[in-house]
DNA sequence: ACAATAAATGTTATTTTATAACACCTCGAG
DNA sequence: CTCGAGGTGTTATAAAATAACATTTATTGT
């Protein structure tokens, strides 16, 4: 179920599918099982699942998830303008929840600049328990 | 060339091999290309290369780059004690440095925590212009 | 409307990264 | 000695990503 839809500059065929795959899952899923799930609605081979992501990561509509070589849909109404963005993985029950970075990102940017380091982009990933899988834990 | 050490637990052949093959190398290398960097000397299959990887990291003398799926020998002497690390990696000479998060971590925890999440691990990987290329762009 | 151009698609083959499965060796505790 | 854990060597396979090429579908300028 997708709630936000950002402000989507129209997809293409593929694009939307891939879309929507990532959408519903509620999660991530690898290109691989984006592929599987839309097999029936004529998406044959991993390239035309790549080719999506492509476009999908310029546009920010979805992000990658390096550790885990997967993809999950943007949770966050606007990405782009926000700061830097963080991905907390549950090692329990796999979700993740994308949460803004407000004042990290300057931290990040100086600790960086004391070694002379001009940022670009970040990637953070953290990994733990979240809160549904840390209370049914008790 | 190695700087310091760690408290190295002796290594076995293999590991040995790999450690110093990702020392030389004064940056991040690929498994494959740690396995061709090895062939002479006796390591002719990935297995024997991602085996003595997994060893080296739970040591905490690699780390594995997942924004490049790689892999690169620590330069920080005692990371296992330390705060969260981060990797600043060059977008032009592909350097890596290690910088440690010093305050960073409690920032990410608490941020964390806001959502009812747990942080066990943290991978963070900037991307950017190291300094050296910084002023040779000029 | 029509040609020129750019963007997206379909398909096959290949590369790169990582594991599975199984046999053998080595070395230290009992 | 023996047996059990960890390390090694090897072959085969899985998983993730890209290359190359032909075709089709939009966009744009005239
Ligand atoms: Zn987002
Ligand atoms: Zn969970
Ligand atoms: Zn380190
Ligand atoms: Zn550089």
Redesign the pocket.
Known sequence: MNTHQHSTP???????LVYDSLSHAGGPL????ILDDLRDH???????????L??LLEMGLVH?LES????VACQHPDCDARATMLFAICSKCSCVSELAGEDLEAQLKSLAASDGFTVQAATIELRGICSACGQSAA
Do not use: C, M
Not at 10 to 16: M, R
Not at 42 to 47: F, V
Not at 68 to 71: A, D, G, I, K, P
């Open positions: 129209e997809l293409t065929k593929n694009q939307g690898s290109a691989y099982a004529g998406i044959r081979a991993p390239l035309q699942v790549y080719r999506a492509d476009k990658r885990l070589n997967s993809f």
